[in-house]
């Protein structure tokens, strides 16, 4: 009798008829692929997370690669050689929380120093990285990976901050986190620049940025119709 696809999950193997959905390490979407008739390969995926300075971006992928490395996966940590704030070979939060990474130059090392046995892929500040990363983060899920992406998406005149929205558009999951408006104490989506500097990357904390709800966000320099 053809299974009632509507009930039934599938997993590496074959069909699952039971009534309880355990969680496989890596699952596969849909009919299974011997089902389908179609050789078996680990489905990755791509997660954002994003939002302006202060939002806890970086908090929420620690809090990611610890829960992974609690479930004993292999992760792997990036973050972009031009974020030397806290620390040069650390993820470090503005709360001082950290974890182990290694910072590189371009997206191409990133996915040459990835080990055959690594589950997930986490990378911070990917704002900073080329527009490489896309395709880079997209054939390590299509390899089975897990990659994690938390980054900026807007600079501090509010425009997309690139290549952050073509990731978003790749990623299975994205995740917005907001910081605290520093004038009206309400949720904060932007990150405004306090002091006079014309860059769009200029790499700062507290002395350069403060978090900015839309309302009280003033962008300088560049009038909004360049968006
Ligand atoms: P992000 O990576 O998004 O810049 P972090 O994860 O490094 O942010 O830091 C988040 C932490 O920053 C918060 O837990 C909080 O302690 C601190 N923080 C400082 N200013 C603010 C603010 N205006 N809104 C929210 N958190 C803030
Ligand atoms: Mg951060
Ligand atoms: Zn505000």
């Given at each position: ?7 039934f ?47 806890g ?20 940590a ?10 040069a ?12 990474a290694?910072a ?19 990378i ?30 807007q ?73």
């Amino acid at each position: 009798m053809a299974p009632f696809l509507g009930l039934f999950c599938a997993f590496d193997g074959g069909i699952d008829t039971s009534f309880s959905f355990p969680l496989p390490h890596r699952p596969f979407c849909g009919l299974s692929p011997a089902v389908r008739g179609i050789p078996a390969r680990p489905l990755g995926s791509v997660e954002v997370i994003t939002g302006s300075m202060f939002s806890g971006k970086t908090e929420e992928l620690i809090r990611r690669i610890k829960r992974a490395i609690l479930a004993r996966q292999r992760v792997q940590a990036f973050k972009p050689r031009i974020d030397d704030r806290y620390d040069a070979h650390r993820i470090v939060s503005h709360e001082a929380v950290s974890v182990d990474a290694v910072a590189v130059g371009t997206s191409a090392s990133i996915e040459e120093r990835i080990l055959e046995e690594t589950d997930v892929v986490a990378i911070d500040e990917a704002q900073f990285f080329d527009r490489g990363i896309v395709e880079v983060c997209d054939r390590l899920a299509n390899r089975g990976l897990r990659v994690i992406a938390a980054g900026l998406d807007q600079d501090y005149l509010g425009r997309p901050f690139p290549p952050m929205p073509e990731l978003m558009a790749i990623a299975e999951e994205v995740t917005k986190v907001h910081a605290v408006c520093s004038v009206c104490g309400g949720p904060a989506c932007r990150s405004q620049r306090i002091i006079s500097e014309a860059t769009t990357v200029l790499v700062g904390g507290a002395e350069c940025y403060e978090a900015r709800c839309r309302g009280c966000f003033e962008p300088r320099e560049v009038p909004r119709t360049l968006f």
